[in-house]
């Protein structure tokens, strides 16, 4: 599976180890990716979701069911259908 945030889009991305000697090997930065299990209650659904922590912080902000209406309505696909139809 993909290390990317179903809701962020935050992907790994390269950089370099840096030795003591100043000696340079590439790496890669992980996302903290988490897999978690959301209640929506506005329309009555578990969702799963592979989300960044920093997409969490978002859901304790703002709430689920508000956060993944500003992203459909900026354009991401986030894979959850918010109509409530199974």
């Known amino acids: 599976m993909s290390k990317v945030c179903q809701l962020t889009g935050k992907r790994p991305i390269s950089g370099n180890h840096v030795s003591h000697s100043n000696h340079r090997t590439k790496r890669r930065f992980e996302p903290n990716l988490q897999k978690k299990r959301f209640y929506i209650p506005e329309i009555n659904k578990w969702v799963t979701l592979r989300v960044s922590t920093k997409a969490m ?29 199974k």
Do not use: P
């Open 57 to 85: 912080r978002n859901i304790n902000k703002l709430g689920l069911y508000a956060y993944l209406q500003r992203l459909e309505r900026e354009g991401v696909d986030t894979g959850v259908d918010l109509t409530g139809k």
